[in-house]
């Protein structure tokens, strides 16, 4: 051999693969020694056909004929298939062959090479694995699961979506989806998902969707963008959960609230029928005295017009008074919606000391006020907070009947707490309390009568409104109960005395 | 009539539309009226002096109709009508027990204030008219000398001249010159009209058995 074949050889024992060459009907005729080292096999023993057995049952017969197609055709070709290692191991090798044409263009000689791609396999089988898996999870897992492209047009949904809506992932693709929400949350739902879109912030949100039969159910829905390296957002994930149960029974819990606060209401509409009595009764005493005067004058000889017209004017003035105090006794009664609008504070304040006022002086009791000359307004349900002050004021009331020796005397003021908050105090001179938490607790009263819910409900209806309500011991006499609520940002009450 | 006869009717109340209704109202069934803000207000006030009445409100700000009611008791103070937005019945019972003459509920009814402001008044004339006739009888007794207010108990409880001489350790003659005093004096047609008025006094008869 001379030098360039040796170096030849050399090249061709080196390179990390197995090289190989065959005579034009397929024989072997030459392997490189990492061949035969990867085989065990001698050069006897992989010659002409012999390289055989170390292919894998499985794939020879692919293997061969694949081989002979590219023999017969004459054309280059490359197949897959397990080889035999020398320790018995099977390894995955891409195999190709080149045909070696002579001048006459017939093919003398293939050569080949085999890769070992055992590593990159396994590498693809597992992706597939987990692919497959994933995608078992996703469409097994209890519950709806979507991704939408970074701009918000959604790509795929599981397989229990489709079932649910009845629909193909072409209806619900892109914003399909939105004509399968409850039109009542339409708006809401694609702003909030516009918002998400635009910021890369987590969706979450509750909406109604439709299901195959028509129905609808409530679904807590939650969106989270996968980001990449550079912060894009590649893509969203999300999540439906099936809140309708859980929705109804809170639903439910509300009404019986909401009927208990009713309840609650109409004890004190009981409690206070002496006080309304007297507000409704002054002015249409009034009204009713006015119109026997006016009777009179009329009838005295001669008739006095003047004197008929007078009273005739009070009349019609006290009438309209009485329908307003009606109109406001009924709207802190009433059963409304909740309904959170901006609201004077010191005026609630001032309306409910008067409604109580009559009922205070009967018990022997003063009221005063102290209020914060300029509060903001705060944000909530006017009968409610009404509600709020009125069971504070007769809970205190209550407080006092037993009380001798010091005057009966309720404070209740208002402040700004903070640059958030409203505060209410009322401060009462009564027997106070033994224990400033229990008398929240539904069902804890001292009172004959009393069914223990009135400052349990209050309780409801401060944290209903973002605020507090707790008690205090005072330190001489009685107890003070403080409530807050969020101010309206910037918005001024006018003064007042 | 003269002004000081003419009946005036008080009234207190705190509500504006409840004195303007109640002051039209008395002027219509023809008395003269005066209204107050409340029972501070009508103490401090310059009454006139005639008969009259006051009508009260039970639910008043600082003292209340009650209270009131309390303060006026030994002041000759003119008789009392009730009246309340919500009716109230231990309050009412109280109330008539102390005297008032009448307890409305608002809204009233005419005649049933009318009546009770009549009888009020009514009421307050006869009782201006014992507090005079009472006045008259103390200005008279205090025209009787030591000595005759010392013999009238006597003459009252119904003991001859002779008995009383005896009792005072002199002379029949000079009882009887006192006692002709005496009648005269107090303005007595008969020793039973001089009786009366010693009751009215609360003189004490004396003389009798056991006295």
């Known amino acids: 051999m001379n030098t360039s074949d040796e170096q030849l050889r050399a090249i061709i024992d080196t390179i990390p693969a197995l090289v190989w060459s065959a005579r034009p009907d397929g024989s072997a005729e030459f392997f490189n020694s990492r061949w035969l080292e990867y085989a065990g096999l001698s050069y006897d023993e992989a010659r002409d056909w012999g390289w055989t057995k170390v292919v894998h049952p499985d794939d020879l017969d692919k293997l061969v004929d694949d081989y002979r197609s590219m023999l017969t055709l004459d054309s280059p070709g490359e197949v897959e298939a397990r080889l035999r290692r020398f320790d018995g191991e099977f390894r995955w090798f891409l195999i190709r062959a080149n045909p070696l044409r002579d001048e006459s263009g017939v093919v003398s000689k293939w050569y080949g090479t085999n890769i070992d791609i055992e590593d990159r396999k396994r590498a693809q089988e597992t992706a597939r694995t987990s692919e497959l898996s994933f995608r078992r999870i996703v469409e097994t897992i209890p519950a709806l699961v979507w991704c939408a492209s970074p701009d918000g047009e959604l790509t795929y949904v599981n397989q229990r979506i489709l079932d649910y809506t009845g629909a193909s992932l072409g209806d619900l693709a892109k914003a399909g989806w939105v004509s399968f929400l409850h039109p009542d949350d339409v708006q809401e739902t694609v702003a909030m998902w516009a918002d998400a879109v635009r910021s890369g912030h987590p969706h979450d949100v509750q909406y109604r969707l439709r299901k195959r039969d028509g129905t609808y159910r409530w679904f807590h829905v939650l969106g989270q963008a996968m980001v990449d390296l550079r912060g894009q957002v590649t893509q969203w994930y999300g999540l439906l959960i099936d809140i309708d149960d859980r929705k109804n029974i809170q639903e439910a819990l509300h009404r019986t609230e909401t009927r208990l606060t009713r309840a609650t209401q109409v004890a004190t509409v009981g409690e206070l029928s002496a006080s309304i009595a007297h507000e409704i009764n002054q002015p249409l005493g009034a009204v009713v005295t006015n119109a026997y005067a006016c009777l009179r004058w009329l009838s005295s000889e001669p008739a006095n017009l003047a004197k008929a017209r007078e009273a005739a004017e009070r009349i019609v003035r006290d009438g309209k008074d009485t329908v307003e105090v009606v109109g406001r006794i009924r709207a802190l009664f009433k059963r409304t919606q909740v309904q959170h609008e901006t609201l004077d504070l010191n005026a609630l304040v001032v309306e409910v000391v008067r409604l109580v006022g009559a009922e205070s002086s009967r018990r022997r009791a003063t009221i005063e006020t102290e209020l914060e000359q300029y509060l903001q307004a705060v944000r909530g349900d006017r009968v409610q907070i009404q509600q709020l002050i009125l069971n504070l004021l007769m809970n205190g009331l209550d407080a006092m009947d037993a009380v001798t020796g010091h005057p009966r005397k309720i404070v209740i003021r208002t402040q700004q707490k903070d640059s958030t908050m409203a505060l209410v105090e009322i401060e009462d001179s009564g027997i106070g309390l033994a224990d400033c938490e229990k008398v929240f607790e539904p069902f804890f009263t001292t009172k004959e009568h009393g069914m223990g819910m009135g400052l349990t409900i209050c309780r409801s209806i401060a944290e209903g409104h973002n605020g507090k309500l707790w008690a205090t011991a005072n330190r001489v006499f009685g107890a003070t109960f403080h409530f807050t609520l969020p101010l309206q940002a910037n918005e001024l009450t006018g003064p007042h005395q | ?211």
Not at chain 2, 70 to 76: F, N, P, S, V
Not at chain 2, 112 to 121: D, S, T
Not at chain 2, 131 to 140: D, I, V
Not at chain 2, 160 to 167: D, G, P, Q, R, S
């Open chain 2, 1 to 211: 009539m003269s002004n000081q006869d003419e009946p005036i009717v008080f009234v207190v109340d705190d509500d504006y539309r409840m004195r303007e209704a109640l002051s039209g109202f008395i002027e219509a069934i023809g008395f003269r009226v005066a209204t107050y803000g409340s029972s501070s207000q009508f103490l401090e006030a310059e009454r006139p002096d005639s008969p009259a009445c006051l009508i009260l409100d039970l639910e008043l700000p600082d003292i209340n109709g009650l209270e009131l009611q309390q303060e006026l008791a030994d002041r000759d103070a003119p008789p009392i009508i009730f009246v309340t937005g919500h009716g109230d019945i231990p309050s009412s019972v109280r109330a008539m027990k102390a005297g008032a003459v009448e307890f409305l509920p608002k809204p009233f009814d005419e005649r049933e204030l009318q009546n009770a402001i009549e009888k009020a008044i009514a009421i307050d004339r006869l009782a201006r008219q014992k507090r005079e006739e009472l006045g008259h009888l103390k200005t008279r007794y205090r025209l009787l000398t030591a000595r005759e207010q010392e013999v009238l108990p006597f003459v009252v409880g119904g003991l001859l001249n002779k008995e009383t001489a005896a009792h005072l350790g002199t002379s029949e003659i000079t009882i009887r010159v006192h006692r002709g005093q005496i009648m005269r004096k107090m303005d007595a047609r008969s020793l039973a009209e001089l009786v009366r008025m010693s009751d009215t006094l609360g003189i004490k008869p004396r003389g009798q058995a056991g006295s």
